[in-house]
């Protein structure tokens, strides 16, 4: 007779499959339908494009004069060029002391080869003065490092800022979204069809897939302003690198979708947010400020590689300077799968003891205890 009274009861909730597709179509339509989004998808794309553009005709602009060191005839190679400054050298030991003290960029020094001379510099070869020489001359460099100097910083930048924008824009919008839906009593139709572990599978899902897709764009923006300013080289080095990148940050987005989505169970109203959202922006932050702090540091980045939250950035920037070999990836792929396989758990528990819980925030410790 209760059956017969209440038609609820006759109705088979929907599948767990079929309700976490659902969830996460719901999810990815109010997010590409929003203006907000698109907008903002849509600037930032431009600014990858145009800051990619830029910066590559604001550095073939001519620069201030250049101080070089010049012994014999090599003086009258260096003073043909405006965009030289010479300070004559007596000789070779003269002319390299001026390098290694900083008052020169590099020094001409005559030799026997085809040209009659050769450049010296001290860290790297100096572009700008071989550019604004009439031919190319051999390049001794006297202390060579293993990469130029700011690309470390700039691709550490690049994959660090790609990662920190698309997980905190997406997991912000689980977070708003859940705590909406527990404000509004929407949650509790919404469990009446489906499972609560669906529920947050389809959150996670669609928003991963809303991430994934962002981060790929932008990845395609990047690669499309390299082959604008024929910087072929480089986006032919990044394209490795810049296909592991995707698939960690999958995992990656997964692993804080969850931590997302189980904080924002805890609470009942948008004002109490912000005391579960900054641990989890912290998390986020890290791989950011990790990566561009210690980029120079091979065992502090060692390390990050290897940690869940830094993984994503710091292991493809390993890999783009060839840092890392080719099991590397692999066995940092595995921890952070195995990682977020366990957060995953954690988080659907805490989903699902606190999704119909109002009023005060519920504590993670009952909320993990307490039987679902």
């Given at each position: ?46 600014l990858v494009i145009g800051g990619i553009v830029l910066s590559s ?197 997964v692993l804080v979708a969850s931590i997302f989505a189980a904080g ?44 869940p939250f830094s993984a994503p950035v710091a292991m493809p920037v ?55």
């Amino acid at each position: 007779m209760s059956d017969i009274r209440n038609p609820a009861h006759t109705r088979p909730r929907v599948g767990f499959w079929a309700a976490t597709g659902l969830v996460a179509e719901r999810e990815m339509v109010s997010q590409v339908r929003s203006k907000a989004f698109i907008i903002s998808t849509a600037i930032t794309l431009i600014l990858v494009i145009g800051g990619i553009v830029l910066s590559s005709v604001l550095g073939g602009r001519e620069a201030e004069a250049v101080r070089v060191a010049a012994v014999g005839d090599a003086v009258a190679v260096a003073s043909a060029s405006e965009s030289l400054e010479t300070v004559e050298a007596s000789d070779r030991a003269e002319a390299e002391e001026l390098v290694r003290s900083g008052d020169v960029e590099a020094a001409l020094i005559p030799d026997d080869s085809p040209l009659g001379f050769s450049v010296v510099a001290l860290e790297e070869a100096p572009g700008a003065v071989i550019s604004a020489l009439s031919v190319a001359p051999e390049v001794t460099v006297l202390e060579p490092t293993d990469t130029p100097s700011g690309l470390r910083t700039l691709i550490g930048f690049a994959f660090g800022i790609v990662f920190v924008l698309a997980a905190l824009g997406s997991g912000s919008m689980i977070m708003q979204n859940t705590v909406q839906e527990k404000q509004s009593r929407v949650v509790e139709i919404l469990l009446a069809a489906v499972p609560a572990r669906a529920l947050l599978a389809g959150k996670i899902l669609g928003n991963s897939i809303i991430g994934v897709g962002t981060a790929a764009a932008t990845a395609a923006a990047a690669a499309v302003g390299l082959a604008i300013t024929g910087q072929t080289e480089l986006l032919d080095l990044l394209t490795a690198p810049m296909v592991w990148f995707v698939v960690f940050f999958i995992f990656g987005f997964v692993l804080v979708a969850s931590i997302f989505a189980a904080g924002a169970s805890l609470v009942s109203r948008l004002e109490d947010t912000g005391s579960v959202m900054t641990p989890t922006m912290l998390l986020i932050m890290l791989p950011y400020f990790g990566v561009i702090f210690f980029g120079d540091n091979p065992v502090a980045m060692t390390i990050l590689s290897y940690v869940p939250f830094s993984a994503p950035v710091a292991m493809p920037v390993r890999m783009f300077f060839g840092e890392a070999q080719w099991w590397e990836p692999l066995i940092s792929l595995g921890i952070l799968v195995a990682f977020t396989a366990v957060v995953v758990l954690a988080a659907s528990r805490v989903y699902s003891n606190s999704l119909l819980r109002t009023g005060s925030r519920v504590p993670l410790r009952e909320a993990l205890s307490r039987a679902a």
